[in-house]
């Protein structure tokens, strides 16, 4: 998991006590302060500064870098299960991007044989007013008419305070359009 940066106290053959780290994660300069105070002034108390208060402050620096590795790991994993999902997201998109080239093949194909269908029953029906008239009922255009892929059925998103226009639906007027008279466009203004 995470490198545990600890310090540990020895004693010596004469009786002080020493301060050894157990890991190149520690800052060499906290090492030497560390064994001043575990020397030289181990009876040496300052106002919230000890060796204990020291110990302390390490070993919680110490967690918080062990939660931050791990929170590191975790974020690691969790990328490589978006880029996993991502990867797996656009395989998905290519491949509904293959069915729908392949629907709308297919009902092109279906359309023209049904069409030709249509025209050769048409001429056996000449005979048969009834049967004529029925098929001469059915239109096949309609089946042309591909239907929204489900990207393209999903609702458009608005933007903020924008308003669809009023003749969205409605269709373009053909032919050029009228020239406006400039005495009438002064008059009005």
Do not use: W
């Amino acid at each position: 998991m995470s490198e545990i940066s600890t310090m540990s106290l020895t004693a010596s053959v004469d009786g002080s006590t020493e301060v050894a780290p157990s890991s190149s994660r520690t800052d060499p300069a906290l090492v030497e302060l560390f064994e001043v105070f575990g020397g030289p002034l181990r009876e040496v108390a300052f106002p919230d500064v000890s060796l204990e208060v020291l110990h302390g402050l390490r070993d919680e620096a110490e967690l918080a870098l062990i939660a931050r590795d791990d929170s590191a790991e975790i974020v690691a994993a969790a990328e490589q299960s978006l880029a996993e999902a991502e990867r797996a997201l656009s395989a998905a998109r290519e491949a509904l991007r293959d069915a729908e080239t392949a629907v709308d093949e297919r009902q092109r194909a279906l359309l023209v044989r049904a069409q030709r269908a249509l025209s050769y029953a048409k001429v056996f029906a000449e005979t048969d007013p009834a049967l004529h008239a029925r098929l001469s009922a059915i239109s096949l255009s309609r089946i042309a008419q591909r239907k929204p892929s489900v990207r393209e059925s999903r609702p458009r998103a608005l933007t903020l305070g924008a308003e669809p226009a009023a003749n969205e639906g409605a269709p373009r007027k053909r032919g050029r359009p009228r020239k406006v008279d400039p005495t009438l466009v002064a008059a009005s203004g």
